[in-house]
């Protein structure tokens, strides 16, 4: 797993193919798209880490970012066609737009950008709108855990936020500006956090190497652990399950001589090895 810091302008595809070619492996993905315009901590996923990307799905992110009041784009963020402007944030004070962030502190419903990445009908809500159809998506739950004015300058409003996956910053540029009557777009985000791990941890995609990886045991942290001994370690390798034993849980981290080796899943009186990591 590495820790990559990527810069504005790049897809995170771009950054997952600069990481190849760093490392000399096709099967590399990340832990959550970072849009072009964005910046900040992309986690990366190397070799069979890829099948653990699934436990990692609860980590929340932080971001800080900038959301531009009195100018509605056609993306929510600096890429996309101005579509409506405002002067009514000359009459706005920080009391009114923190006020106006705080109603969406905690969890909220939220429809996500028409440029983005989610399926209509088995295809991206991005391509649809590029073409100028009409993009109905229905809205989702997510929350923001925290999220707070950092500065305001008008007509600039810089913002904090710990969110919970799934959650789009773009949508909550789009939504402060609907409810401060002004119209609005997310000018800038950098991801400061994914779990554990901060943006000050990373480096440049085309400098990560094999001896900087972190190890993937990171990804199963949460997860009940059990050490096994040369027996059951050669049994989990072949997909083979082991004894339960006591106390484990519904899910566990299979370890051996202090290496991750499966995540197993518990069946009756056995642990069966769902996603197998070790050679």
Do not use: N
Request: charge should be neutral; charged fraction near 30%.
């Amino acid at each position: 797993m590495a820790l990559v810091a990527k810069p504005a302008g790049p897809t995170s595809h771009d950054v997952v193919d600069l990481v190849r070619r760093a490392l000399g492996t096709r099967r590399v993905g990340h832990l959550g798209t970072l849009d072009p315009f964005a910046a900040g901590l992309l986690v990366v996923v190397v070799g069979r880490a890829t099948r653990l990307a699934p436990y990692a799905v609860g980590w929340d992110k932080a971001y800080e970012g900038v959301i531009r009041l009195g100018a509605r784009t056609a993306t929510d963020d600096p890429t996309g066609a101005v579509v409506e402007t405002s002067d009514v944030w000359r009459s706005l004070d920080r009391d009114a737009v923190a006020a106006a962030l705080g109603r969406f502190r905690g969890i909220v419903r939220q429809r996500p950008p028409d440029h983005s990445a989610v399926k209509v009908q088995g295809e991206r809500a991005y391509r649809r709108a590029r073409r100028g159809e009409p993009v109905e998506l229905p809205e989702r739950e997510v929350e923001f855990r925290e999220l707070e004015l950092v500065a305001f300058e008008p007509p600039d409003a810089r913002f904090r936020a710990v969110v919970s996956g799934g959650t789009y910053l773009r949508s909550l540029a789009r939504d402060v500006g609907d409810a401060l009557g002004c119209g609005a777009h997310l000018a800038m985000l950098q991801r400061t956090r994914v779990g554990p791990f901060r943006v000050e941890q990373a480096v440049a995609p085309e400098a990560v190497t094999v001896e900087g990886l972190v190890d993937e045991a990171a990804l199963v942290a949460d997860l009940p652990r059990r050490d096994l001994d040369d027996a059951g370690r050669v049994a989990a390798v072949h997909g083979r399950p082991v004894p339960a034993g006591q106390g484990a849980g519904e899910r566990v981290a299979l370890f051996a001589e202090g290496h991750l080796i499966a995540v197993a899943e518990r069946v009756g009186d056995l642990l069966k090895p769902r996603v197998v990591v070790a050679e």
